[in-house]
């Protein structure tokens, strides 16, 4: 109701915006079909609802045990973020597919 994870921008980046509302980052997703972005958004969500972890950058993220692991990086251009409603003081986390 707060947050939503299926923003976009011009690069076709899907992101979160409102998790500053819940004291937190919000997330982009980058190099994934909108679909899987999407559910990576809300299940990294989630996992820092819920589970309250402390993040650092650099560390990975995997979604569950089937899936591929995700770099955790700051973005610092966050998308949109002259505006208002769409930018986050806390900031935004990234997350790309890690290739071994």
């Given amino acids: 109701m707060f947050v939503t994870s299926s923003v976009t921008d011009e690069g076709k980046n899907v ?3 409102g998790m500053h509302n819940l004291g937190l980052k919000d997330t982009l997703v980058c190099g994934e079909e909108l ?3 999407v559910d990576l958004i809300n299940v990294f969500g989630y996992y820092q609802v819920f589970d309250k972890p402390i993040i ?3 560390e990975f ?3 569950d045990p089937q ?3 995700y770099l955790i990086t700051e973005e610092i251009n966050q998308p949109f973020s002259d505006n208002e409603l769409f930018n986050n003081p806390y900031g935004m986390w990234k997350l790309r597919r890690f290739a071994h």
């Fill in 56 to 58: 650092h950058q650099n």
């Fill in 61 to 63: 993220f995997q979604p």
């Fill in 67 to 69: 899936s591929g692991q």
């Fill in 15 to 17: 992101f979160s915006r």
């Fill in 35 to 37: 679909q899987n972005a």
